[in-house]
């Protein structure tokens, strides 16, 4: 089975700041990776996704992930944040070819201060 | 386009009350169909997961089932709800058949409280 592990629950910063949330998981198979955001109120959302390729993948609003396989990690990130990047992160993974649905990290609640 | 419909948006039950909550997707066919739970502090759960009209695979035993009478239609039901049972239910569908590499998308979700 496999599991998700994300290294910060609760994430504070300054907007333009820089951002990297961790994302660690542990499957003995390959594996798609997945980074889902769930705004204030709204439903949600694919930020970006890895299946196979350049590991470096970009997403929507800047967002950025790479996979690095050696490490087990697709760790999330953004070079300036801005307020509106307040919400909920979920690292999500699943088995290659399956449809037996996703397992997800616990979230990162990110605060952006103006 | 696709759109995944989840209903109610809130809902509060007694404990020891049966528990319906219905999802369905509209736009294409065949997809693979998923319940999950999310509570405070622990991530999202699969419950259950559907790849066709009368296929249930059940991740974690528990109060819960789940049913799938349609080919886009997908059922969370309970006979007796448990206080344990309170969370923010999401629906979920993937657009492609078994075997295939998919992401999923996700309907508004269900707040339930069960008092």
């Known amino acids: 089975a496999q599991s998700v592990s994300q290294h910060n629950h609760h994430v504070i910063l300054s907007e333009a700041a820089s951002l990297e949330l961790g994302c660690n998981y542990s499957?003995?198979?390959?594996?798609?990776l997945f980074w889902y955001v769930q705004y204030p109120g709204q439903h949600l959302q694919l930020l970006l996704k890895y299946f196979s390729g350049d590991p470096l993948v970009k997403g929507i609003k800047g967002f950025e992930a790479e996979f690095i396989k050696s490490k087990f990690s697709f760790n999330l990130r953004k070079p300036s944040v801005q307020w509106s990047d307040t919400a909920e992160y979920f690292c999500?993974?699943?088995?290659?070819?399956?449809?037996?649905?996703?397992?997800f990290g616990k979230g990162t609640h990110l605060i952006i201060q103006p | 386009s696709q759109t995944i419909h989840q209903w109610p948006a809130t809902l509060v039950q007694p404990v020891g009350s049966p528990l319906s909550l219905e999802c369905t997707v509209e736009?294409?066919?065949?997809?693979?169909l998923y319940w999950y739970r999310q509570a405070a502090g622990r991530g999202l759960q699969l419950l259950f997961y559907s790849v066709g009209i009368g296929q249930i695979s059940s991740e974690v035993p528990q109060n819960l089932s789940a049913s799938r009478p349609q080919d886009r239609q997908f059922i969370l039901s309970s006979k007796k709800l448990l206080l344990s049972d309170s969370g923010f239910y999401l629906c979920?569908?993937?657009?492609?058949?078994?075997?295939?590499?998919?992401?999923?998308?996700f309907g508004q979700g269900t707040r339930l409280t069960v008092v």
């Open positions: 499957y003995g198979g390959t594996v798609n």
């Open positions: 999500a993974v699943n088995a290659r070819g399956g449809a037996d649905g996703l397992t």
């Open positions: 979920a569908w993937s657009p492609y058949p078994q075997g295939r590499n998919t992401e999923a998308f």
């Open positions: 736009g294409t066919s065949n997809p693979n």
